[in-house]
Every structure is written in C-alpha cells, then in structure tokens.
C-alpha cells in the first residue's frame, strides 16, 4: 500500500539535515545512511550517498531520474552467484527424459 498523497514522501528528518549542511559546504563528501526506507527528493540530485545493504555501504550519486524513487532501491542486499553446475546437469537430465517420453 503506498502513502497518503497529502503525507508527502517520507525522508528522515537527519537525512534532510544532513543534506541541508551538505548543500552549504563547497567540498562535497558522501552522505553515510541507514536509511533506505527514505524517498529521494529533487534536493539529493547530485549529492553522493553511502547506503548501507546490511553489511557494506555502496556508493551512489543521485540523478533526475532517481527522484520518487527509495534510497535502498539503488543498494541490492542480495548478491545472486550464478546456479550451480548441479543444477544445470540435472535439468539436462530431466529434459533428455522428457524428450525421449515425447518421441514414443
């Protein structure tokens, strides 16, 4: 279920502080957050953000097209490996068997 349209996207208020203190500063460092349930509001566009996946921080920088979009969207916390060689010898197996049923 998303938000209340007149609620407005819900950002942390130390995020938006931390933005605000960022805007004003010439040298730009990222912005370190736990945050990923935050929207991100035309104010982050080009500021660099550090979201933390669960266990390392990635780096982003914020683009238009970023904006209304959340924050951990951008910092997958699951890194998928491949299947396993396993996998592929046994659905070899089970198609060749499901053709030599088909060709009978």
Same mark, same amino acid.
């Given at each position: 279920?998303?938000? $209340?349209?007149?609620? =407005?996207?819900?950002?942390?208020?130390?995020?938006?502080?931390?933005?605000?203190?960022?805007?004003?500063?010439?040298?730009?460092?990222?912005?370190?957050?736990?945050?990923?349930?935050?929207? %991100?509001?035309?104010?982050?566009? #080009?500021?660099?953000?550090?979201?933390?996946? #669960?266990?390392?921080? %990635?780096?982003?920088? %914020?683009?238009?097209?970023?904006? =209304?979009?959340?924050? =951990?969207?951008?910092?997958?916390?699951?890194?998928?490996? #491949?299947?396993?060689?396993?996998?592929?010898?046994? $659905?070899?197996?089970?198609? $060749?068997?499901?053709?030599?049923?088909?060709?009978?």
């Amino acid at each position: 279920m998303s938000r $209340a349209v007149w609620k =407005g996207p819900f950002v942390e208020e130390s995020l938006i502080k931390k933005v605000e203190k960022q805007q004003n500063q010439p040298n730009k460092k990222p912005i370190k957050t736990w945050s990923r349930k935050s929207t %991100i509001i035309p104010e982050f566009v #080009g500021l660099s953000f550090l979201i933390y996946n #669960g266990r390392k921080f %990635i780096p982003l920088t %914020i683009s238009e097209d970023m904006v =209304g979009h959340k924050l =951990g969207e951008f910092a997958p916390t699951r890194t998928f490996a #491949g299947h396993t060689p396993a996998d592929k010898k046994a $659905a070899k197996v089970e198609s $060749a068997e499901g053709e030599k049923k088909d060709s009978k």
